[in-house]
């Protein structure tokens, strides 16, 4: 493992350390682990070693923990056995040791509720539940191994939303303080967000806001229950260079959409936090969903990460964000992985301590 030493950063890691009350929940500060797939909960239950690799980030100080996505009980939502669940048996039991386990160590807990669409593998003869049978690009998901798709009816939206809806009553019976709502990515709620793979004529297909007609319907299908995240992205795993909005006004269409919903936190999703989402302006896209809906927006990406920007400098521009109110959270994602301690060793100025990420961190869990 390497270690670096880092000159002291400014005003960035005292705007991260200060407090919040966002969506009706008190943050201790504004440090957010991002949600990551980690493949550790046979048969959809998360396990004891689940409850303490969160507990761990939280005690070390992170206000609020997104969990990796935790699928939606429909059996086309996903292939994969080891990645969590939220209505299968003893899933709710697992996600309460979780819960119990952040809020002793004074930390806050979303769940990330996911629904594959295209991206699911054909091992169980499931067709990928998709807007229109198509991926927007060459390689992706299920087209590329020839899995029939299944274009979604009206009937099948229902039932997807209803499982949604289920998945976040069980969430607030097992303890979590919000929802997230993953629409991102290129996943299934993206889908219908993304042109390349929403060519529908009815009510959820078409302009910039009717493509948003499905995830808004999940969020007022969840709201009742706790406070809700929505994240988006422009760009999906398979095509960084995708984008669901051209403009500000396309993007404003389709968020303002979801925040009449009644999505509480825009998180925006980017592979480079510090880039501009649109010409002409240095806001990046959390700063516009903040801009666009008045919500309050989480910023992510290759924070902590030695990389195009160097560490002092991003430690600045998170503090310029936060304190100038382009956004009010920051998400962390790979730099947790091999540093559990990564938010207390930032607020009390222990750079040398930080290892830097390598990707071998993510075999890791502890
Ligand atoms: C191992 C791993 C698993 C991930 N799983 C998810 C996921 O389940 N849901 C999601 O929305 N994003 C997922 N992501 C994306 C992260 O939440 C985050 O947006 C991305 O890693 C960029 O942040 P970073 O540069 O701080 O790592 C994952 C990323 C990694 C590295």
């Known amino acids: 493992m390497t270690t670096t030493t880092r000159p002291a950063p400014t005003a960035g890691p005292i705007a991260l350390a200060t407090p919040a009350r966002i969506a009706g929940l008190d943050l201790p500060n504004r440090f957010v682990m991002a ?36 699928l939606v009980g429909h059996p086309s939502a996903s292939h994969e056995t080891t990645v969590p669940r939220m209505t299968a048996g003893a899933a709710e039991a697992g996600w309460r040791k979780v819960t119990d386990a952040v809020h002793a160590a004074g930390g806050r807990i979303a769940t990330q509720l996911w629904h594959l669409g ?19 690009a060459p390689e992706a998901g299920a087209a590329a191994e020839s899995l ?32 997230e ?35 808004a319907e999940v969020i007022r299908a969840v709201r009742g229950e706790l406070p809700v995240i929505i994240r988006f992205s422009q760009f999906k795993e398979r095509d960084y260079e995708a984008r669901i909005a051209d403009s500000p006004a396309e993007l404003e269409a389709i968020l303002t959409t ?39 927006s989480i910023t992510v990406g290759s924070i902590g990460l030695s ?11 998170l503090g310029e964000g936060l304190s ?8 962390a994602g790979r730099i947790l992985l091999g540093n559990p301690a990564w938010a207390r060793l930032v607020t009390e100025g222990r750079f040398a301590e930080i290892r830097d990420y390598e990707k071998a961190h993510e075999d890791v869990y502890y």
């Open 258 to 296: 979801l925040a009449d919903a009644g999505a509480d936190v825009f998180h925006a999703s980017q592979r480079r936090f510090w880039e501009p989402a649109f010409p002409g302006s240095p806001l990046n896209l959390a700063g516009w969903a903040r801009k666009l809906t008045g919500r309050p």
């Open 307 to 317: 990389g195009d920007l160097p560490f002092p400098q991003a430690m600045s521009r």
């Open 118 to 136: 295209s991206e699911r593998r054909p091992v169980d003869g499931i067709a990928a539940w998709t807007p229109s049978g198509t991926t927007g």
């Open 35 to 70: 949600p990551m797939t980690r493949f550790h909960s046979p048969g959809g239950v998360p396990t004891d070693e689940v409850a303490a690799y969160y507990r761990r980030r939280a005690e070390n100080g992170i206000g609020l923990i997104i969990t990796e996505g935790t």
């Open 148 to 179: 029939p798709m299944h274009t979604m009816t009206t009937g099948d939206i229902d039932v997807i939303v209803a499982a949604f809806a289920e998945s976040a009553r069980v969430a607030a019976r097992a303890g979590f303080d919000a929802i």
């Open 181 to 215: 709502i993953h629409a991102a990515h290129g996943y299934l709620l993206d889908e219908f967000l993304w042109p390349a793979t929403n060519r529908r004529t009815d009510a959820y297909g078409g302009s910039p806001a009717r493509r948003a007609a499905l995830p």
């Open 324 to 331: 100038g109110g382009e956004f009010d959270l920051v998400a």
